[in-house]
């Protein structure tokens, strides 16, 4: 089973591995926040406590949903083969920006859908360091999911 999917645009989904990437951490959000708007607190002097309305049916607040991936590439054993994380990671980078995305995190039974390509945190970069034949990279990127309404966040199955 994969760990996590994406689909670009129009694109069907592509498992994060076409990139030679691995899931690492993803938020465990399992509802969007309401709007703050849709709560209307009034606190008055003279009363104990305040009047708390809450609209029935509340909007959901936009958030940011961070991703961390590695790049392992497993099986090197050409030293040709080597020094190819630039490549993976960037493709992988600039093939989703400015483009809507749909993020099938398969390891918690997740769908973001509609999000954008926030940003990009550098991580870690270790080449040769626990292993003298593999590059190995950590970084984070930051998709916004600006309607939480369309996202599902309990896949049964």
């Not at 994969?2 to 694109?11: D, L, P, Q, S």
């Not at 399992?30 to 309305?53: C, F, L, Q, S």
Request: with cysteine; net charge neutral.
């Amino acid at each position: 089973m994969a760990e996590m999917r994406i689909k670009i645009g129009t694109a069907e989904p592509v498992d994060i591995t076409t990139w030679k990437l691995h899931l690492i951490k993803s938020p465990s959000v399992m509802a969007a926040d309401i709007k703050e708007n849709n709560v209307v607190i009034k606190d008055y002097p003279e009363n104990n406590g305040e009047d708390y309305y809450i609209n029935p049916t509340p909007k959901l607040s936009a958030f940011d949903y961070e991703v961390t991936f590695a790049y392992h590439e497993e099986g090197v054993t050409n030293p040709l083969d080597l020094k190819k994380a630039n490549y993976y990671i960037t493709t992988f980078y600039n093939a989703m920006l400015g483009k809507k995305i749909t993020i099938y995190n398969d390891y918690k039974k997740q769908t973001m859908v509609d999000c954008y390509v926030k940003s990009y945190k550098e991580g870690e970069f270790y080449r040769g360091k626990f292993s003298l034949s593999r590059d190995i990279v950590i970084f984070s990127v930051t998709f916004r999911i600006p309607n939480p309404a369309s996202c599902v966040f309990s896949v049964t199955g």
